[in-house]
């Protein structure tokens, strides 16, 4: 094999620079395109990101990092792990990813080019999707059982390594690795078949001429079992025993390796990655290894400094360093050059993919100091002071008395679809073509059409559907002190959905009241309740680019006071229910079980900060969805909301399994939002009744996983209809 390189990356974004993945993905789903100018637009991307990567002088450049969808439903497919229900889907790989609506005649399969056949005539539901690590990236979980039956289909790295081959670009597939694969799908006992795949995809492309293969796994940053660690031994003894194969790079980010790098070590691995930023240098012996050190942040936009990365390089002790991102850079944008309205001074602190991957090859060139790594002081945060309302059971009381809400009360999440309309009307409002006065009323006009739709279909709680806002993060950032927002810094969430964090760096306060208007104004409109919606503190920081001279605790308990005055002006307007989202509190939570209550504690400490200004008429709820929730239920319950939304239908009503113990309103979501499917009336129904089974009326709520913004008002009416259809039969069986 040949020499590693003396700098790389652990990956690259893949949305393009201008959202041209999205558009086009957009497009082909919408009929409007052609598979060939779908795969066109990948081949673009792709070889404008290789070209820009050998330009800024990077000397190890990966390949399989591209995706239409995600990378683990990739893997899922190099495998074979299609289950047997999709495969007759015109596109088992969008089918799995997003669902089908109705019948299509056959095409070629998103990932090998090969023919699938046509699909059953009734949709089918999507995969379970839930968040990749403590990131806001959602990924596609694989679905394996005793009958799945493995079988390599390399088409997809093979034909990228041949491409970057015809552009003149010798490159490092990336895969994710068998046992972090095996983790997230809960089928680590089918390793030894997994095994052969990888065995296979190592030959095959060894026979290919590739030098070097990256297998993922950071799942062994976190806390591992005996057994778990027994499967990573297993797992690199067995590929690393191969004849014929690449070289293998272990690459492991998002935190330290702890007790899974002295056995990673043992194995007859080459190359294995540490994240320098977010974990210690490594103190197992490497003097046999190949260490590709992540000293370049791959998780924030701030310039990295050289003299501490140039002494941490330095402070390693391998066989070879080779200097890298800690992580892959799909979680950045791509370059602050595209952001010329940033003020100066702060835009001179940037650094997205472009300026990342030029710090690497800058600390490559450097040369490491043999100096001990640079440790930042921190002064520690002080005692966790929890603040809170009357006992939820005053307050029950009190909201009862003054909503007067049926049993099961039906509400939505709060967003409505966003109209092409509505955003070519924030695009001229922003581009000065369109007076504001005019982008008011289009604005009023929406949340008119909205109510009127919720009132026609029947549902108990409305909301306005958030026609003013972009995203649930950025429009409160725009109105903060202490927050910058980008033109183009946009970053991939999932499939073809995009966010362009904001960027705070500056202590954070709330000049004005910020939703009061919209809410006061829909709530004249009808004579039900309709609810206020703002934006959890916790969310709000860990969905923006967050300063790093400052505790975290801290930085999100300025924002809890912005989003407290928020609430007093909404409850002070007149608004009886008031939704705190925090949809990121598991995303936040440490990989290491050590660090979790003490965060679980502040984080929960917080948003009852944020909403300890309501009174006890005015009944606050709270959303979460896609993060595996059910693992923090004691947190959710401890953040004192009247009610909780949570997301269920996508992932199989799992969370039922969880929440009897749960001592206050919760809406276990009836109805996936991430698909175009329109879910059945009996469908909706039986999901009701299994919440049925688990909670008592009086505290069970309906609404779908998710807020609408994604999705058509064809199919948004057509879904909430037969909710509402399914509610009133439940409630007639129950009398209630």
Not at 141 to 150: D, K, L, N, Q, Y
Not at 372 to 392: K, N, Q, T
Not at 494 to 508: A, F, K, M, N, W
Not at 516 to 545: C, D, E, H, N
């Amino acid at each position: 094999m040949s020499p590693f390189p003396k700098s790389t990356v652990l990956g690259y974004p893949r949305i393009g620079p201008r959202r041209e993945l999205k558009r086009a993905l957009e497009s082909y789903w919408d009929g409007r395109s052609t598979r060939a100018e779908l795969d066109q637009v990948g081949a673009e991307i792709r070889e404008r990101t290789w070209r820009g990567l050998a330009e800024l002088g990077l000397e190890g450049l990966p390949s399989n990092t591209f995706s239409l969808y995600d990378q683990v439903l990739d893997t899922a497919v190099l495998l074979g792990a299609v289950p047997a229900r999709y495969r007759e889907a015109d596109d088992p790989y969008f089918a799995m990813a997003r669902g089908t609506a109705g019948p299509v005649t056959a095409q070629r399969s998103s990932v090998s080019g090969g023919t699938w056949g046509a699909k059953p005539p009734e949709g089918l539901a999507p995969l379970r999707m839930t968040k990749w690590f403590d990131t806001n990236y959602h990924y596609i979980v694989p679905e394996i059982g005793p009958e799945t039956v493995f079988k390599l289909d390399a088409g997809k790295p093979l034909a990228e390594v041949r491409e970057a081959r015809a552009l003149g670009f010798e490159t490092r597939p990336v895969v994710v690795g068998p046992v972090t694969f095996l983790l997230l799908a809960g089928a680590l006992d089918r390793l030894d078949d997994v095994l052969g795949c990888y065995e296979e995809l190592l030959s095959t492309l060894a026979a290919e001429g590739v030098e070097w293969l990256q297998l993922d796994e950071p799942a062994l940053v976190g806390d591992r079992t005996p057994d778990e660690l027994d499967a990573v031994a297993t797992a690199y003894e067995r590929l690393g025993a191969l004849g014929a194969r690449p070289g293998l790079f272990v690459a492991s980010y998002f935190g330290e390796l702890g007790e899974s790098l002295p056995v990673l070590a043992g194995t007859p691995v080459e190359a294995i990655g540490v994240d320098l930023v977010r974990g210690g240098v490594p103190g197992a012996d490497l003097s046999g290894k190949i260490v590709v050190a992540g000293v370049v942040s791959g998780r924030d936009v701030w310039r990295t400094s050289p003299e501490r990365a140039l002494a941490t390089l330095g402070a390693v002790r391998a066989a070879q360093v080779v200097v890298s991102t800690s992580c892959s850079l799909l979680h950045v944008p791509y370059d602050v050059g595209a952001e010329p309205d940033l003020e100066p001074s702060l835009k001179a602190r940037l650094a997205f993919a472009e300026q990342k991957v030029a710090e690497v090859v800058a600390l490559a060139r450097a040369g490491f100091h043999g100096a001990s790594p640079v440790d930042p002081s921190v002064a520690l945060p002080g005692p966790v002071v929890a603040e809170g309302r009357s006992p939820y059971a005053v307050r029950a009381a009190a909201q009862a008395e003054h909503l007067r809400l049926p049993a099961l009360p039906i509400t939505t999440i709060g967003s409505f679809p966003q109209t092409g309309e509505l955003r070519a009307a924030r695009a001229a409002l922003a581009a000065g073509t369109l007076p504001e006065s005019d982008y008011e009323r289009q604005v009023e006009a929406e949340i008119e059409r909205v109510i009127r739709v919720q009132e026609r279909l029947g549902l108990d709680v409305l909301v306005h559907g958030e026609p003013e806002r972009n995203d649930m993060v950025q429009y409160f950032a725009e109105h903060l002190d202490g927050f910058a927002v980008t033109q183009n810094g946009w970053v991939q969430s999932y499939g073809s959905r995009c966010t362009r964090p904001p960027i705070l760096h500056g202590d954070v306060s709330r000049p004005a009241p910020i939703t009061v208007r919209w809410a006061a104004y829909a709530q004249s409109l009808t004579g039900k309740p309709v609810k206020g919606m703002l934006t959890g503190p916790v969310t709000i920081v860990a969905w923006s680019f967050v300063r790093d001279d400052l505790p975290l605790r801290d930085v999100v308990f300025q924002v809890a006071d912005a989003v407290r005055d928020e609430v007093r002006d909404l409850e002070a307007a007149g608004v009886s229910i008031i939704q705190v989202d925090e949809p990121a509190l598991r995303e936040l939570l440490p990989l290491r079980r050590g660090a979790q209550a003490d965060y679980l504690e502040w984080a929960v400490a917080a948003y009852r900060r944020a909403t300890s200004g309501a009174g006890d008429r005015t009944q606050i709820h709270t959303h979460l969805c896609y993060s595996d929730a059910d693992q923090i239920l004691a947190a959710i319950d401890g953040l004192d909301a009247d009610v909780t939304t949570i997301e269920s239908a996508r992932s199989g009503a799992r969370i039922l399994g969880a929440v009897g113990a749960f001592g206050r309103g919760l809406g276990p979501g009836v109805y996936d939002i991430h698909s175009p499917r329109v879910p059945g009336a009996d469908e909706v129904e039986d999901l009701l009744r299994r919440t049925l089974g688990v909670l008592p009326v009086e505290r069970v709520w309906v609404n779908p996983d998710c807020g609408l913004k994604t999705r058509t008002y064809e199919q948004v009416e057509a879904s909430l209809a037969n909710v509402v259809t399914a509610t009133r039969r439940v409630r007639e069986s129950l009398g209630a």
